[in-house]
């Protein structure tokens, strides 16, 4: 993972653990109202955890960009809407029985969820405001 593009405040964020960069998460999303993912050639990027295949996803460009190193160097940030993730993303990954990893860092895969649980937290938290 490349920091080059990191403020000192991003790096501390990144410092953090799966439960506080999950919470930095939605606090983001219900600021911005999109999500970030990275997309190759093929489309979105893939994770696996254990056994599942995961999409994972960031509050903002810098840290979904500070991620693509290595065999994902060539990935591009791609902002999803919230609109666009609650009424086609959800849908998409439950049939395709995809789980979301939210704010994998080099360190660990972030926090594991179920779409729907992702869409529920995030729906909460953009009510909230």
């Given at each position: 993972?490349?920091?080059?593009?990191?403020?000192?405040?991003?790096?501390?964020?990144?410092g953090l653990g799966a439960k506080k960069r999950l919470a930095y998460m939605y606090e983001?999303?219900?600021?911005?109202?999109?999500v970030w993912i990275l997309n190759d050639d093929d489309g979105c990027v893939m994770l696996t955890n254990e056994d599942d295949d995961c999409v994972p996803v960031w509050p903002t460009r810098e840290f979904a960009q500070a991620w693509a190193t290595g065999?994902?160097?060539g990935c591009t940030p791609k902002a999803i809407p919230t609109n666009d993730w609650f009424s086609r993303w959800t849908p998409g990954l439950e049939e395709d029985d995809l789980l979301v990893a939210v704010f994998p860092t080099e360190e660990d895969d972030g926090t594991i969820l179920f779409p729907d649980e992702f869409q529920a937290q995030l729906s909460?938290?953009?009510?909230?405001?």
């Open positions: 993972m490349t920091t080059d593009n990191l403020s000192k405040q991003d790096d501390v964020i990144l983001t999303v219900q600021q911005f109202k999109q065999e994902w160097q909460k938290s953009i009510r909230k405001y």
